[in-house]
């Protein structure tokens, strides 16, 4: 009788575990019933099982899914509509290198909807950027006096700081190369604003998915505290310094007037950038919550793999 009462509560337990968490929590290997014995014996049994209880209604809230931050939203809106200038661009492209009839340039003064739309896009992005604003990321907005939040720390540290002039150094090269083959008329100015197309797309996949600056170089936790997130519109905008166009140097311009904006701030008010003198910074102060959207990322990737690998093993056998 005993051992039946046991194995009853087990199973309801165990069951009660499998729908509060959609099974994802428990698996029945690693489930203790230790404490049932005390359930069916007396009051401690009652201390026990809220402890589970409360325990289970922990980590169902840790593993509940989160909705997506106004902030990120806003990044997924910007890669949608990146990517669709690149890929008009790129039509465009392949359209005029068909004709063959003068420069890529020219053919896309002929057809000037492509350059308003795609140069009023950037130039209203980055004019924002030079105020604060509560739908960018903490990355951009560390600058501002008004989200400078005193924690009490004195020490400044920025452990990616070094690392800058190396990402600058490689930056330049990169595009010095681009640039040289321009200069030898193996690449044409089409090119050059396709590659500038193609960085603001792959500017967004660094804020969403991975970032090689982050992981190779700089290793900050988060895009809140990266050192050069402002340096985004001058990086996207290089190549432009090879192409004699007055719109491009437009776009060229306004990028590092940004970038000088950011360097001088830093240069003028390092605790705004530091998460140790800055609360702002800090996690509990973070509006945009891409970490958490990250690790959901990873997790299905992970479960993919897993079912993936579950999959083969079947097709094996």
């Keep these: 009788m005993y051992r039946n009462c046991v194995t009853f509560v087990r199973e309801m ?10 099974g994802a929590l428990f698996k029945e290997e690693e489930i203790r019933f230790s404490f049932l014995e005390d359930l069916l014996i007396g009051t401690a049994g009652l201390f026990h099982l809220r402890c589970y209880m409360e325990q289970t209604s922990k980590n169902r809230d840790v593993h509940k899914k989160r909705k997506l931050s106004a902030i990120s939203t806003l990044h997924y809106i910007r890669l949608v509509y990146r990517s669709i200038l690149f890929v008009l661009l790129l039509f465009s492209y392949i359209s005029f290198r068909l004709e063959k009839s003068g420069t890529v340039t020219s053919q896309l003064e002929k057809r000037p909807i492509i350059i308003v739309v795609t140069w009023s896009v950037f ?14 990321s903490p990355g951009s907005q560390k600058q501002f006096s008004k989200n400078y939040i005193k924690s009490g720390e004195t020490d400044i540290v920025i452990p990616d700081n070094n690392a800058t002039f190396l990402v ?12 040289a083959l321009r200069m030898r008329n193996i690449l044409d100015d089409g090119i050059l604003i396709l590659l500038c197309s193609f960085y603001s797309v792959c500017d967004m996949i660094c804020i969403l998915f991975f970032c090689p600056f982050q992981t190779w170089f700089l290793k900050n936790k988060c895009c809140g505290t990266c050192r050069i997130y402002n340096w985004d519109y001058a990086m996207m905008f290089t190549p432009l310094f ?7 140097w437009s776009l060229l311009v306004l990028s590092i007037a940004l970038l000088i904006r950011w360097e001088l701030t830093f240069y003028l008010h390092p605790e705004r950038f530091s998460e140790n003198t800055n609360e702002y910074l800090r996690c509990r102060n973070c509006k945009e919550k891409l970490c958490a959207h990250k690790t959901q990322l990873k997790t299905m990737w992970k479960e993919a793999e897993a079912y993936t690998e579950k999959r083969i093993r079947r097709l094996r056998k």
Excluded: C, K
């Design 242 to 248: 090879f192409v004699a166009e007055s719109y491009a």
């Design 13 to 22: 337990v165990q069951n009660t575990a499998h729908l509060d968490t959609g």
């Design 168 to 179: 600058a150094l490689i930056w330049i090269v990169l595009n010095a190369f681009f640039g």
């Design 123 to 136: 130039v209203i992005e980055m004019i924002l950027r030079f105020f604060p604003s509560n739908y960018e």
